[in-house]
């Protein structure tokens, strides 16, 4: 069983930057992927960045790429997402997702995920 539990949102003027935490309570070695997912209200969830546990391989979806980087404290069980030149279409609200037997090529797929946070809210507006 994992915990996850969201922090960072707000409100940031556009090309501003902004930084979202994910700390995680329980079992989160081995094959653990975790991810950040955004989602608007109407529209389905949208994949934004995903790590491995074990390695650190990330993954990115087309719309944040060279802007967002998600990087992990192993120390911490925290991931992170660092946004930098945000839009106003980056405003959504952020989850934060993990699972244990991932593999790779599901990793952006919200559907491949058991555990997730309550959300965090990124308003980009000037």
């Known amino acids: 069983q994992v915990e996850l539990a969201e922090s960072g949102g707000g409100l940031v003027q556009p090309g501003g930057s902004l930084r979202l935490s994910c700390a995680a309570s329980?079992?989160?070695?081995?094959?653990?992927?975790m991810a950040w997912f955004r989602q608007v209200e109407g529209k389905e969830r949208e994949f934004v960045a995903g790590i491995r546990w074990s390695g650190g391989h990330t993954y990115y979806g087309d719309s944040v790429k060279g802007r967002f980087t998600i990087s992990r404290d192993m120390a911490k069980n925290t991931i992170y997402l660092q946004m930098n030149s945000l839009k106003s279409e980056d405003t959504a609200v952020y989850y934060c997702?993990?699972?244990?037997?991932?593999?790779?090529?599901?990793?952006?797929?919200?559907?491949?995920?058991?555990?997730w946070g309550q959300g965090t809210r990124v308003t980009v507006s000037s």
């Open positions: 329980g079992r989160t070695s081995g094959r653990y992927a």
């Open positions: 997702a993990a699972d244990g037997t991932i593999i790779t090529s599901s990793i952006p797929f919200s559907s491949s995920y058991d555990y």
